[in-house]
């Protein structure tokens, strides 16, 4: 059964995680990210699709800059800056009040984001690359998703011990900074140099790691990725039906948070697990 965890926004209501599943919608200002690429890098249709998605059902937005598919290019600081500054402007100058994670890996886009509205720091690194990522969260009194990517991972990798190991470094580095470990969300990081077989793993362990790390709610991020294409030989667009299967296998896993392309079907399917977990609510 799920845990409820509390997670204060520094200028908006508290996350509150539990039964409840809360639905992250992507949105990719990018050029090159592996499903939507090109399709929301320009404000005006970045802030319809926002709007689209809240609409749909989403609890958070997503924003991310740089794409971290396979091969792709890195991006530099101010390039990233001119993507995801005038959206999330934007967003705010339009009176959307929905808490905003600001995807990145670099601590100044971190830190000019948080400062134009954004709540949520998503680093993919989990804490673990750039070392004033930790500080700059700390100093904005933002909580932070550490999302696991080993880059020394190989397919022999026992994958939860490894990531027990991986998430007990970053729960030290955000204590020395001064973050609440109960500030922080996890993310198996499912795909970042995981083979199909280690992505399976974690999805049925997930237990494992609510266990290990019982004051850290979960989010999981499999929305039309690879260890579905793979498995389905299936393109991105066609994902859709094994995304809501993973969610729902990890929901009741212990999945707290979900973030996704499609927001109403994984959020409908979602509601029906938790009616089926909980029962359906009490009119």
Known sequence: MHKTHTIPLRHRPSLVLGRRALVMGILNVTPDSFSDGGAHNHVDAALA?????????????????????????????????????????????????????????????????????????????GL??????????????????????????TAGTEPIPAMIRYFAETLSIAARAGIDPAHLVLDPGFGFTKTLNQNYSILRQLPDLTRNFPVQPLLIGTSRKSMIGRLLDSQPAERLPGTIATNVQAYERGGHIFRVHDVKENRDALRVAEATLYGPPQN
Request: proline fraction near 7%.
């Open 49 to 125: 699709h926002a709007r689209l998605m809240l609409a749909q059902g989403a609890d958070i937005l997503d924003i991310g800059g740089e794409s971290t598919r396979p091969g792709s290019e890195p991006v530099g600081v101010q390039e990233e800056l001119d993507r995801v500054m005038p959206v999330i402007d934007a967003l705010r100058a339009a009176g959307v009040a929905a808490p905003i994670s600001i995807d990145t890996m670099k601590p100044l886009v971190a830190d000019q984001a948080l400062q134009a509205g954004a709540d949520i720091v998503n680093d993919v690194n």
């Open 128 to 153: 673990q690359g750039a070392p004033e990522m930790a500080e700059i969260a700390a100093l904005h009194e933002a909580p932070v998703i550490a999302m696991h990517w080993d880059r020394a991972w």
